[in-house]
């Protein structure tokens, strides 16, 4: 096979993968969105916190040591022990939960029933507030976030593909386990909402608010719920793009990557999800191999939302979206 | 007792239909404008000058421009820092390429510039609604300033990739470049938000604007008694995008000085100016300027308490500043969803009667 064919093979599955990150974040997006009618900008926040979280329990560190040090003139930064890797997980997990709650009983419980664009704007507010926690709480640095997933090239695959093609194909482990990880979170997912009571309430809740609620269920619990299971997939996310390139600032704008995955995909479909994040994921590394080079490169910057825009065009409600219907 | 029509009498069609119908408001405007004009060119200073009232009215324009788009249109944008580093990589290019032309016709041509590229990326507008438009125009955001990164011939090949703006006056008195006296600068930026204020807040009371907040509240209906959508969004997207472009032109050759464009105009900026239209209040003129004033004073203010009364180290303040800001929004869209002008409209309200509230 030619060479350019076997880069392109190459270039393709990484892209997969990056894909399967993309639709990670976007997964969260479209949860809140169906449950809550909410927009959540904060997702990519979000992420960013659950990560900064998990490592700072994981080092042991102390919480506002900054700025208890600034007013109190102490020299607080670490408790001195460390904790291991799955008990970190689930306290961070329940920092998430309680993070669900707060936001539920402070800010959406007062605006129910306001425009889109308000609860928007609150969720970019909200983002902004938590990225400012964050950094208070475990401070600006970048941090090297190790969970024991398995690092750096995976050799199998690099020795089997040269000796069947003649060619390596280098894929990292870590977008492998990355991959693993994000099917089992959404087929947990899918078995939690067609299969429990509380999914059946949910999907009932992202149907109809209203009938929802005359037939008996509550719309804050499973608003914290969702809150809660978006902040869950958050950590997920955090976890995965935390061990691939640190934890810092430019984790939350992948937030804004997810968007034009939510956009092809459609703002209502977990599978419209996941397809878009694929899509974009190939499309963008396919689109900076062939195309890049000859403009400049860095093109990734742009391409994702450009494809989205020129798909919708054509198809408004994006891939799997409801079909927008719309009545004098 | 202060603000009341009582004994304002109209005896034409051009009194009752003028912009300020009551005496005391038509006063206060008139008042503003002297203090503008009149008092603090003579008093203002450097750290004034560059720190608030600068920023201020540039951002009340792009706020205008974008409260256009979003307040009076219903079209949600997320663009505008893009849209701003047109108008900036505009007058950059108009100002090196006609040096003797004067300035106070490259900003307005830097505007004319881009309201012609906002028209294009409003044409998606046609199809698409809502939130999906929102992160459409992400994609000229982000589009714009990779272009702008990429091709050598909007910097004009400098090796910095930055564009600085070079010396240029207007009858005599230096505008940009880095001999700018304080006051010039401001009565510049002063002299193009009173025109497009005075532009903005005509055209959203005419049939133009009505077209516009017929689309906003509903597109369908509005198309059916007779508004063309297609001109109604392209023209407000025109509109929006000339004082956005001039905004920009502005904010780069006045205020800054040097730019590069992922710092200056990057996802940040079109937060910024988004904000500023929903805290200052969708749909209002008036709330645009509140709205810019809020954001431009809250950091400084907040800079001034955390760093110079109590003295905390620099960074940290700058994560309580994120705090803050965040929080603050998220007060105002609960307590106040319409914004400052709704604030300010309950308390004409309440001058009306007082002191007789009944």
Known sequence: ??????????????????????????????????????????????????????????????????IINAIFGTELHHFGWHVPALLAIILTAGVMVLFAWLVQRYIFQHLVNQEPIILFMATIGLAYFLEGVGDLMWGSDIKKLDVGLPQGINDWIDVTTLEALGYGFFIDNLDISATVVAVFLVAALIIFSQYTKQGRALR?????????????????????????????????????????????????????????????????????????????????????????????????????????????????????GEKIIERV | MFYREAGDFNTSYPEDSQTFPIKFDRYRYYVVLAVAFLVIPFIINDYWANAVFVPFLIYAIAAIGLNILTGYCGQVSLGTGGFMAVGAYAVYKLMTSFPEVSMLIHVPLAGLITAGVVTVFGLPSLRIKGFYLAVATLAAQFFLVWLFNKVPWFYNYSASGQISSPERDVFGIIITGPNTEAWAKYVICLIFVTLAAVIARNLTRGSVGRKWMAIRDMDIAAEIIGVNPMMAKLTAFAVSGFFIGIAGA????????????????????????????????????????????????????????????????????????FIVAGGLIIVFLIMEPHGLAQLWRLAKEKLRLWPFPH
């Open chain 1, 1 to 66: 096979m030619p060479e350019q064919l076997l880069f392109a093979m190459e270039v393709t599955l990484n892209g997969l993968m990056a894909g399967v990150l993309y639709a990670l974040v976007a997964l969260g997006f479209v949860l809140i969105f169906k449950a809550s009618g909410i927009f959540n900008y904060a997702q990519g926040v979000m992420a960013l916190f659950a990560a900064l979280t998990l490592v700072g329990i994981m080092e042991g560190q102390i919480p506002f040591a900054h």
């Open chain 1, 204 to 320: 009932a809740v992202a149907d109809d608010h209203q009938a929802a609620l005359s037939v008996g269920i509550s719309l804050n619990f499973i608003w914290v719920l969702v809150w809660s299971i978006a902040g869950f997939v958050a950590l997920v996310a955090g976890i995965m793009w935390g061990a691939k390139s640190g934890v810092q600032f430019s984790l939350s704008l992948i937030a804004l990557k997810a968007l034009p995955v939510l956009m092809l995909g459609g703002f209502t479909s977990i599978p419209g999800a996941i397809v878009g994040g694929l899509i974009i994921g190939v499309g963008e590394k396919l689109f900076e191999f062939a195309i890049g080079p000859l403009v400049g490169g860095a093109t990734e910057n742009w391409f994702a939302y450009v494809l989205a825009l020129l798909f919708l065009v054509f198809r408004p409600q994006g891939l799997f």
């Open chain 2, 250 to 321: 502005l904010f780069f050759s006045v205020y800054l000085g040097a730019a590069e464009v992922g710092e200056s105009f990057g996802i940040d900026k079109s937060f910024l100016v988004l904000f500023m239209v929903i805290i200052g209040g969708l749909g209002s003129i008036f709330g645009s300027f509140a709205g810019a004033a809020f954001m431009v004073l809250l950091p400084v203010l907040l800079k001034n308490v955390f760093v110079g009364f109590l003295g905390w180290p620099t960074d940290l303040a700058a994560h309580l500043q």
